[in-house]
């Protein structure tokens, strides 16, 4: 299929754009196979905008007289207005839109066209892997070990092909419990804690059903995991009751009679549709113009995100804490250990480890805890918040981690080294963009589809020199402690600089952010030039 | 009355202290005519000293022989206090309380301080309604200073000086007072260098129930109107409020009698209604429930971010009036004490860069609260812990401190001052050693002798060491208007002093810190570069053959 099939009219002139911050302007409108390009024809002025039309969650059309004006909901929640002269031209764009903007197939997408000159596609691809990860951490080898046992992705489809494990399990034991845990999600290490040796491991549930089936290879692995401790916790993202009503659709638990060893802790962390409705309802609190006061704090309530936001970071704080503060191994899932189970277990790890919180070490964190460990991204970030399509697999878990770790960020601003630019970036990024890093659902998808040869990586991109200056906080100064996030309700707020980024007021803000950014690189290069002019 | 008689035991040592995120700490306590101390005596640990006079209400417990008094200051702070012995207990409980319910004035410890630093100003004649009028003079020849309210007579809660039309004499003022609420009858409250156009304040004119008019009243404000210009009257009441005042003689301006004038009426709450909302507030920010819904539910229930969007909407409403529709403004509501200098006083940091700056701040608080005859002493006199009936008190200062901080957070870079000192100003309101906030009124104020007696804020705040601190690192002079955003999205509870105590800014602390020392070393470096730039092109001009080509 061509994209030229969908574009009936590929140039509109004469058309006015209305965007947030900006004055209205007139211009011209082509469409691409992949963008919306306008650019301004005025006197004095060469302003252009570049949409990615996949970042186009909705459009909206209105037709008055031979005129109409379609509006553009994008899924970085940006709203545009287009007034298109001619009611042919109008319809016309707006389908190309409808359609170009959620083309199914990601071999079309844009990252497998996008070249632009100063990357090569023979760059490396990617920051981390288990292998890498596992050869960095040598206090591992004793115990731990490297299982290629997935390489054909047969026992775990959403799994890379090699994963670390306990030393004592072999692969056929893994085939075993592969085999009892749903989607193959056998507990796999995620987590090395230097401190005290303890680990954090991450699975999906098991698949005890109604009969309480047992496993003796997943207990041994589970017993391999705190061997010489006396016991060790599982984190399960779901209520007890949940837990329960599980069993009845072949999932379940680890009881306490086939894990003795094992103390389960219930925390209920909302997910899937649940969480897409949450984040429909703020995005729809913010652009509430009704200026009541009220209004907007019980629609900010009712919207139940900062809820969401408190209970993943409370969560993920009580499993920082089994690991750091009770000296105890854990393992954590929910049902299918793709969600839930990332979030948390990537939080904890920002929380404890100090190598997460440099600008490379948490995009190196992102690239295991979500891209490799199969986060299904194109389901979950198919649609955003203003999509009137009806609601399939969309949920913005990883969004929610985002604010999560920026509500860190914010209690600790010295403590991270990268700064709210970066998760805001990101925040984009996972929904649409031109990086083939957040393409496709798992591991084995990305390699059927040669993502890696055909597109950029968005991780090596984020830490060439210019965007690494403008990504870092000029604040940071290393910290060793773990960094314990308030989980007051007063403590959290919202994440203006995201949900409110397209009104007026924030610009401001962002002035004053950039006034220091420029501040501390001026200071880097006067600094330089002072040890210069010391030296001659 | 001598303070030894309310203090039973002075001292009980072995008392623990506890404090919000800090350690806790072992000492001796002490108690003095005006403090509370607690010294552990060891060097490294902080003492608490604690005036009487910001303790707003506190609780007493017994466990055994341990009795523990909880502390609830009026600028939020909790603190508890385990006093071994019964008695001890009880007494310095009972002394507290009596300590810190004082009612006269003249025994308030700012009577009792001496400075321990060296006063470079006198704050208390830094900002004189006399210079304020040079400058007035300097943009315009239209108003005069009158001296109608010398002796306090015309109205007790005005200064003695006060600006007026030029052609309106003390004769029409006295009549005009006569017309007004407690006599504080219209007068200049802003001059907008841009336009020429004014924003004036009063209180209330007193219709009454059948519509009684005063045409020298009407005289007084029409003077301040351009030739076929219209005014704006901004009544601070809604318009029911207005009616029903009519009924205790109170009232506002008819179409009929003032038709040059569009009156608009904007409701902000009165007195015992931002009281409640404060203590709400409170309670819910202490709440220590781990609940979002609750505390996001109990932050609505309060209405203060209500009160604090209603308020800067009408300080909007008032600076559009006068710089975007070229009109003169009329502010009031009722008594002119409260919500109508949070209009005025608001709308001039809108409209007037000058008052963006650290002394231009002073003076705004000067000229129109103070001098204005906000009743600090009343408003203040318990916060939001106080278990007592509420009489007068309400937090309209604090909710202009409020407004402001949210301004300061949408334009950071437009003010010269830090949101240090408007958290300073709120505790200083209620509570402080510095004798600028006793007295409801410039007349207490004279016959309290407070500028002889007494040190003023100003004097401290004034010297190179505090001014530093208090200072913006971001500010760059901003001449132009600054609109804020009043949508609720765009407003954020102060966290500076609504949830000071409740969570830990040694990190938020740390991070301010590194930033101000960032500017400075780049404002070092900066410097040095310059130098060297001209001693460089010295050099050149000096010796050809350094030039390079």
């Given at each position: 299929m061509e994209f030229s099939d969908h574009i009936k009219t590929a140039n509109v002139e004469d058309v006015v754009l209305r965007q947030p911050l900006h004055p209205p302007s007139r211009g011209t409108v082509c469409i691409t196979g992949h963008h919306l390009l306008f650019s301004d024809r005025e006197e004095g002025s060469s302003r252009q905008v570049l949409l990615l039309l996949r970042n186009i969650d909705a459009i909206e059309k209105r037709i008055s007289g031979s005129s109409g004006t379609i509006t553009i909901k994008c899924k970085d929640l940006r709203v545009l207005h287009l007034d298109i002269p001619g009611m042919e031209q109008c319809l016309n764009i707006a389908h190309s839109i409808e359609t170009l903007s959620c083309l199914d197939s990601v071999s079309e997408m844009y990252p497998f066209f996008y070249r632009p000159p100063d990357l090569s596609l023979h760059n490396q691809w990617g920051l981390s892997s288990p292998e890498k990860h596992y050869s960095q951490i040598k206090e591992l080898h004793d115990k731990w070990r490297l299982s290629t046992v997935n390489s054909d992705y047969s026992l775990c489809p959403s799994y890379?092909?090699?994963?670390?494990?306990?030393?004592?399990?072999?692969?056929?034991?893994?085939?075993?419990?592969?085999?009892?845990?749903?989607?193959?999600?056998?507990?796999?290490?995620?987590?090395?804690?230097?401190?005290?040796g303890m680990v954090i491991m991450r699975s999906s549930q098991p698949l005890t059903g109604a009969n309480r089936k047992r496993c003796r290879e997943d207990e041994h692995l589970l017993q391999a995991m705190i061997d010489g401790s006396d016991k060790g916790y599982i984190i399960d993202t779901r209520s007890s009751q949940q837990a329960q009503q599980a069993r009845m659709t072949g999932g379940g638990f680890e009881s306490k009679s086939s894990y003795s060893h094992w103390k389960r802790l219930h925390r209920q962390m909302e997910r899937g549709k649940a969480l897409q409705e949450s984040l429909i309802k703020l995005v729809e609190a913010c652009g509430d113009e009704s200026h009541n006061m009220d209004r907007w704090l019980s629609k900010l309530e009712n919207s139940k995100w900062l809820s969401h936001v408190q209970t993943a970071l409370s969560t993920a704080g009580?499993?920082?804490?089994?690991?750091?503060?009770d000296g105890h191994s854990v393992l954590v899932h929910g049902s299918e250990g793709t969600d839930s189970t990332l979030l948390i277990s990537t939080l904890a790890q920002l929380i404890m480890d100090p190598c997460c919180r440099t600008l490379e070490g948490f995009l190196a964190l992102l690239e295991r805890e979500w891209v490799q460990a199969g986060h299904p991204f194109q389901q979950r970030c198919a649609h955003s918040a203003y999509s009137h399509a009806r609601l399939q697999q969309e949920s913005p878990v990883f969004l929610l981690m985002l604010d999560c770790v920026w509500q860190v960020w914010r209690q600790f601003p010295l403590a991270l080294g990268f700064s709210e630019a970066l998760l805001l970036r990101l925040a984009?990024?996972?929904?649409?963009s031109n990086y083939g890093t957040f393409l496709c659902n798992s591991h084995q998808e990305r390699c059927a589809l040669g993502v890696t040869e055909n597109t950029h990586c968005l991780f090596q991109a984020l830490l060439r020199p210019m965007e690494r200056?403008?990504?870092?906080?000029?604040?940071?100064?290393?910290?060793?402690?773990?960094?314990?996030?308030?989980?007051?309700?007063?403590s959290l707020q919202l994440w203006r600089g995201f949900f409110l980024r397209w009104t007026e007021h924030t610009r401001q803000l962002e002035e004053a952010q950039e006034e220091i950014r420029n501040m501390v690189i001026e200071w880097g290069k006067l600094a330089l030039s002072d040890a210069l002019s010391m030296n001659t | 009355m001598e303070f030894a008689e309310l203090i039973k035991t002075p001292r009980v040592d072995g008392v623990v202290l506890h404090r919000p995120f800090m350690p806790t700490v072992e000492g001796t306590l002490c108690l003095t005519g005006h403090h509370l101390i607690l010294s552990s005596r060891q060097d490294n640990t902080e003492e608490l000293w604690l005036l009487h006079s910001n303790i707003d209400s506190i609780e007493k417990r017994f466990v055994g022989s341990v009795g523990s008094i909880i502390v609830k200051c009026k600028d939020l702070r909790v603190i508890q206090l385990d006093i071994p012995g019964m008695e001890e207990c009880l007494n310095i409980a009972s002394s507290i309380e009596a300590l810190s319910t004082l009612d006269l004035v003249s025994l308030m410890y700012p009577f009792f301080y001496r400075p321990m630093f060296e006063v470079i100003e006198d704050g208390w004649n830094s900002f004189l309604p006399e210079a304020a009028f040079k400058d007035l003079e300097s943009m315009t020849d239209e108003w005069r200073l009158s001296e109608v309210n010398k002796d306090f007579s015309v109205c007790p809660s005005y200064p003695p000086l006060v600006a007026v039309p030029k052609d309106v004499d003390d004769d029409t003022l006295r009549k005009v007072a006569t017309f007004r609420h407690s006599g504080r009858f219209p007068v200049l409250s802003y001059y907008h260098k841009k336009n020429g156009m004014v924003m004036m304040r009063a209180s209330q004119p007193l219709t009454g129930t059948n519509g009684r008019r005063c045409k020298e009243d009407e005289k007084l404000i029409n003077a301040t109107l351009r030739p076929g210009k219209r005014g704006y009257i901004i009544d601070t009441r809604t318009i029911n409020v207005a009616q029903q005042a009519k009924a205790r003689?109170?009232?506002?301006?008819?179409?009929?009698?003032?038709?040059?004038?569009?009156?608009?009426?904007?409701?902000?709450?009165?007195?015992?209604?931002?009281?409640?909302s404060l203590i709400k507030l409170v309670e819910a920010c202490n709440d220590q429930s781990h609940s979002m819904d609750r505390w996001l539910s109990k932050l609505e229930a309060s209405n203060w971010q209500t009160h604090v969007k209603e308020i800067l909407t009408t300080a909007c409403l008032a600076a559009q009036c006068i710089d975007r529709e070229g009109a003169s403004v009329l502010v009031h509501g009722t008594e002119g004490t409260d919500s109508t200098l949070q209009v005025t006083s608001l709308a001039q940091i809108i409209l007037?860069?000058?008052?963006?700056?650290?002394?231009?701040?002073?003076?705004?608080?000067?000229?129109?609260?103070?001098q204005a005859g906000h009743p600090f002493q009343q408003r203040c006199a318990q916060s939001a812990y106080s278990n007592s009936k509420p009489r007068q008190e309400a937090p309209v200062f604090l909710l202009f401190l409020d407004c402001v901080w949210q301004i300061l957070r949408q334009f950071p870079c437009s003010f010269e001052f830090s949101e240090s000192f408007l958290v300073l100003l709120f505790e200083h309101a209620y509570a402080s050693q510095f004798g600028t906030f006793l007295g409801n009124s410039t007349a207490e104020r004279a016959k309290l002798s407070l500028p002889e007696k007494t040190v003023s804020l100003w004097s401290w705040v004034n010297r190179p060491q505090e001014l530093e601190r208090l200072t913006n690192p971001l500010y760059e002079a901003n001449s132009l208007v600054i609109w804020p955003s009043v949508a609720p999205q765009s407003l954020l509870l102060?966290?500076?002093?609504?949830?000071?105590?409740?969570?830990?800014?040694?990190?938020?602390?740390?991070?301010y810190e590194e930033m101000v020392h960032i500017i400075e070393y780049n404002k070092e470096l900066q410097n040095k570069v310059n130098t060297l730039r001209r001693q460089l092109a010295q050099l050149e001009t000096e010796d050809p053959l350094l030039q390079t080509p």
């Open positions: 890379p092909p090699a994963v670390i494990v306990p030393k004592s399990t072999d692969d056929d034991l893994l085939k075993k419990v592969a085999k009892f845990r749903q989607g193959g999600r056998f507990p796999v290490l995620c987590y090395y804690h230097r401190k005290n009580l499993l920082a804490e089994c690991v750091e503060r984009n990024e996972v929904y649409a200056d403008y990504y870092s906080n000029p604040l940071y100064e290393p910290t060793e402690l773990a960094i314990w996030p308030s989980v007051h309700p007063q | 003689g109170g009232g506002f301006e008819s179409e009929a009698n003032y038709p040059q004038w569009r009156r608009i009426h904007k409701a902000l709450e009165r007195s015992n209604v931002l009281q409640e007037d860069p000058a008052c963006r700056t650290i002394r231009g701040f002073q003076g705004l608080v000067e000229r129109e609260w103070l102060w966290e500076g002093v609504f949830l000071r105590w409740n969570r830990s800014s040694k990190c938020l602390d740390e991070a």
